[in-house]
């Protein structure tokens, strides 16, 4: 139940071809393919036929006007890697076309339960033959290297022979927007072909990039239902190889081509192509059927620990199914990669990771999958020396400055004012390993990995902020609101500092007492007065407050600046971002998203509720929600403040971002961060859950509209069944050993029962 997606496409244009490529592409973490059509729209249609592949990229020039010291002069980029997705289709010689004949059907589905999509079409050809289409699609969750597509053929009302033309195009180029700087500007061909060949009626390309030097191998291979059929594989000059197959049909028979890519690369493997044909020999094996099981009772497994139930509103629940999908879709399966802000749905930031992965989808994963949050977390210690580079370059003496965004860990933000000096990302990577530890218990990931960072980032925050008196202060930074840069103060990065301090100090103590710091000490040379500092450092970290508003401003010098009026602002001129030049933007009080919110979201348990709310109802007047992170943090702010609407409008809008296209860019790519913070909507949000040293704790409320909703959470081991009815709080132990929750402040033991409570209105 409600998650199966079905559109009709009733006027199909290129806005319509070009959202829908995003909504309905397939990805498995490993791999991901736009929904483009198999037969290709129009030449002047804004289409992104791509396929990519998570952590796979090319190194190319970072353009800067002016060259100062140690600028970053160069990026990584995802890459387009080739293009399988072509099939063409001839009938009694007209190639079948949703721009000729006669379009009697034409919807696209997306099976979140079977993992597959499917373009179900009714064509008769301009002589009147009719067809019916069916084209599923799906990338694996079991080989993470295949993608398929099932082409299925029923001629309606006539005999002839069909000529099927598939392709495998492995020059293809990357897309490009020079006028939009959330993508890049050129296009580019960044692979060149290496071999291209044919091997038995399978074709296989290497390719390899100019400066990465990585090496990208795909295996194309056929099958198909009709053993009568005349089929020609041949390769051009241009390294294109193309399989022919005349298939003979008579009126009412149903012919299906089936098409196996295999996708692999050289960070993986050491010799891609190898281990491609060995892959495309078991799938040829296995067959088809075997993988679309494999992928059902992956995503059964998927269900059962991501449910969430919404009652009596379909629209919600299938938004939110949709969302944590796309979650699932988007995060890597091994530690080569991460999730990128648009996962692997489209180039829109050229598929770099943001602090978007701990703060905003984190959560999910570290709830509903431990073992994939622990993934996660390992990418960024594998980079942990990058970082350590990174801050030297930026004159650290010591420490480590994760890069603002990044594929391999280096610097790729060629903006530093709203790039690199957000160095809250350090702050929101310790956040994202305290709270794993906190969920799980994990002391050996603290061990082994978590400590490390939490070290090198507190002793970053040494490093960069400094003793004024009595308090400790950071200057020149720029928080997660991109309208405001290089502040001092900024109150969400020292507040996230401050936890990272106590933190480091707090979990070197407790290895300590179970002898588990092992060769730590020594490797990192960490010296005892460090310790010492860093908790003085949080102790003394300066907060902002403006004791006469009793607001808390955003950071030192934010209230001394006119407030820009929205009400006053052309719609046409949002997002601000693409109107206005951004020195404009950072001399006014206007937040992209709002930097005291989101440390709410983060530390509400600890803040006075009323400086809350008066701060909430500032900001969010001079809030524009340009980013597509900001609606969710300002929906479960909403919710622990107990406006309860206001929570149910913002998660709204959050729920339905990228089915709805709201932000016009869904183009481009989803936006995943936006997709943890709808989760976080309900969980955080109208469940009230909180996760801190004392444990899990609950406050739900029921939103209006619903008559109950229910989801299950991982707690240390155990999962845990949340139901909410209009009368009664319904928490049951799933499975695991019993465990200790708060319940509207009351201490619950869950057994082997369930404990119930009446709801608090
Ligand atoms: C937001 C950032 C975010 C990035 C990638 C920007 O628009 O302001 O906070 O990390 O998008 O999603």
Not at 249 to 269: A, E
Not at 481 to 503: F, G, I, P, Q
Not at 696 to 715: N, Q, R, T, V
Request: aromatic share 12%.
């Amino acid at each position: 139940m409600n998650k199966v997606i079905t559109k009709k496409i009733k006027s199909f244009d290129n806005a319509r071809s070009s959202l829908d490529e995003t909504i309905f592409h397939n990805a498995n973490g490993y791999i991901g393919v736009r929904g483009t059509i198999e037969e290709g729209v129009p030449a002047e249609w804004d289409t992104m036929r791509g396929m990519y592949i998570n952590g796979f990229y090319e190194v190319i020039p970072m353009k800067q006007a002016e060259n100062l010291c140690n600028f970053v002069d160069k990026k990584e980029t995802m890459l387009n890697v080739c293009d399988t997705q072509t099939i063409k289709l001839n009938v009694n010689g007209h190639d079948f076309s949703l721009f000729s004949g006669k379009t009697l059907l034409n919807e696209r589905t997306l099976d979140m339960e079977a993992g597959i999509t499917k373009r179900n079409i009714r064509w008769q050809s301009p002589k009147g033959d009719k067809v019916g289409l069916e084209i599923k699609r799906m990338t694996s969750f079991e080989e993470l290297s295949l993608f398929t597509i099932e082409y299925s053929v029923t001629a309606e009302n006539f005999d002839c022979e069909l000529v099927l033309r598939s392709l495998h195009l492995p020059e293809v180029y990357n897309y490009s927007d020079p006028n939009d700087p959330r993508l890049a500007a050129d296009s580019e061909k960044f692979l060149h072909c290496i071999t291209a060949d044919i091997k038995d009626s399978v074709s296989y390309t290497v390719t390899e990039t100019n400066v990465s030097k990585l090496k990208c191998a795909t295996l194309v291979a056929h099958t198909i239902s009709a053993k009568n059929s005349r089929i020609c594989v041949s390769k051009t000059d241009d390294n294109t190889i193309i399989y022919d197959a005349v298939v003979p049909i008579k009126k009412g028979q149903t012919i299906t081509l089936t098409k196996y890519t295999i996708i692999t690369d050289s960070l993986r493997h050491k010799d891609p192509l190898e281990v491609g044909f060995k892959k495309i020999e078991a799938v040829l094996k296995n067959g088809i059927d075997h993988y679309y099981e494999a992928q059902k009772a992956y995503l059964s497994g998927f269900w059962s620990k991501a449910m969430m139930e919404i009652e009596n509103d379909n629209e919600m629940s299938l938004a939110v199914n949709f969302n944590m999908y796309q979650l699932l879709q988007s995060a890597a399966k091994d530690s080569y990669g991460n999730i990128a802000a648009k996962g692997l749905s489209g180039e829109g930031y050229e598929g770099h990771y943001f602090w978007d992965t701990e703060m905003f989808m984190m959560p999910f994963f570290v709830l509903t999958n431990p073992e994939l949050a622990k993934q996660l977390l390992k990418y960024r210690y594998q980079t942990l020396d990058k970082a350590r580079e990174n801050a030297q370059f930026l004159g650290h003496k010591k420490g480590a400055l994760f890069p603002w965004r990044t594929i391999t860990g280096v610097e790729c933000s060629g903006y530093y004012p709203s790039g690199t000096c957000q160095y809250h990302i350090d702050g929101d990577i310790a956040y994202a390993i305290i709270n794993y530890y906190l969920v799980t218990g994990d002391l050996d990931f603290i061990r082994d990995f978590g400590e490390e960072i939490l070290l090198e980032t507190a002793r970053l925050w040494l490093d960069v902020g400094f003793f004024d008196g009595d308090r400790f202060v950071i200057n020149m930074v720029t928080g997660p609101d991109e309208y405001t840069c290089m502040v001092n103060n900024n109150y969400y990065t020292n507040m996230v500092a401050k936890y990272n301090l106590e933190w480091a100090v707090k979990l070197f103590s407790i290895l300590e007492e179970k002898g588990m710091t092992g060769k730590l000490k020594k490797k990192i040379k960490l010296h005892d007065a460090e310790l010492t500092e860093m908790s003085q450092a949080a102790e003394k970290m300066y907060l902002p407050f403006d004791e006469k508003s009793g607001i808390i401003p955003q950071d030192d010098s934010f209230f001394d600046k006119p407030v820009w009026d929205l009400s006053k602002t052309p719609k046409g001129n949002f997002p601000l971002l693409l109107h206005y030049h951004p020195l404009h933007l950072y001399r006014y009080q206007v937040c992209k998203q709002a930097d005291t919110v989101m440390a709410f979201l983060l530390f509400s348990q600890v803040m006075d509720k009323e400086i809350m709310r008066r701060t909430y109802e500032y900001y969010e007047k001079i809030t524009t929600h340009d980013s597509s992170l900001s609606k969710c943090a300002f929906s479960v702010v909403a919710a622990n403040l107990g406006m309860r609407e206001k929570a149910y409008s913002y998660f709204g809008n959050s729920a339905k971002l990228d089915l709805m296209n709201l932000h016009h860019n869904t183009k481009d790519g989803i936006h995943t961060a936006n997709m943890g913070g709808c989760y976080m909507s309900v969980v955080y949000g109208f469940a009230g859950l909180s996760i801190t040293e004392k444990g899990l704790s609950l406050a739900p409320f029921l939103p209006d509209k619903w008559e109950g909703y229910s989801f299950k959470i991982c707690f240390m081991g155990s999962v845990l069944l949340v139901e909410i009815d209009s009368e009664n709080v319904k928490i049951s132990l799933i499975s695991g050993d019993p465990v200790e929750i708060t319940l509207y402040d009351k201490k619950v033991k869950l057994m082997d029962k369930t404990a119930t409570k009446s709801l608090l209105r």
